[in-house]
């Protein structure tokens, strides 16, 4: 059975395929690592961004304006 909410094709290839990534994303917390699984990232740099601006968050600072 397939849960939509935590499809993650292009994550699971990411982590399958990348051994940083692997390691990088079984490192994070099971929170940070559920809200990464809901975005389905597809590269290394994505997902690393992704998790950067959620720690800035959470220490109150103003995450980077592109």
Not at 9 to 38: E, I, K, W
């Amino acid at each position: 059975m397939i849960d939509n909410s935590y499809s993650s094709l292009g994550l699971d290839d990411l982590l399958a395929n990348d051994t940083t990534s692997y390691d990088y994303f079984h490192a994070l917390p099971r929170d940070v690592q559920l809200r990464v699984r809901r975005r389905d990232f597809c590269s290394f740099s994505e997902m690393s961004n992704y998790v950067s601006e959620l720690r800035r968050a959470r220490r109150g600072m103003p995450p980077d304006i592109l």
